[in-house]
């Protein structure tokens, strides 16, 4: 079993910048992946960036250049940081995590991130 606890959201300004942490219960180096979701209302589920355990980084086209995924594997922990955040980026950010055995997936409670001047 893996808890993931997320943090780091809020209300920021069009413009502006957060840094969203994600803490595993447990280590992270064996992880499949982690990534980070999002959902707007009305809207589904979307992967906003994703780190695998060999090394790769995948980031969705609407956050490429402004968003960074990176992961601690010390601290069991991954981050992502947002730069440059548009009304659009509102959503509630979740983090998940890929454990290869037994396979499964575990989701976060979710953190609220609001762009509003």
């Known amino acids: 079993q893996v808890q993931l606890v997320e943090s780091g959201g809020g209300l920021v300004q069009p413009g502006g910048s957060l840094r969203l942490s994600c803490a595993a219960s447990r280590n992270i180096f064996s992880f499949s992946s982690m990534a980070w979701y999002r959902q707007a209302p009305g809207r589904q589920r979307e992967l906003v960036a994703a780190?695998?355990?060999?090394?790769?980084?995948n980031y969705a086209d609407a956050v490429k250049g402004r968003f960074t995924i990176s992961r601690d594997n010390a601290k069991n922990t991954v981050y992502l940081q947002m730069n440059s955040l548009t009304p659009e980026d509102t959503a509630v950010y979740y983090c998940?995590?890929?454990?290869?055995?037994?396979?499964?997936?575990?989701w976060g409670q979710g953190t609220q991130v609001t762009v509003s001047s």
């Open positions: 780190v695998f355990s060999g090394g790769q980084i």
């Open positions: 998940n995590a890929k454990v290869p055995v037994p396979p499964n997936d575990y």
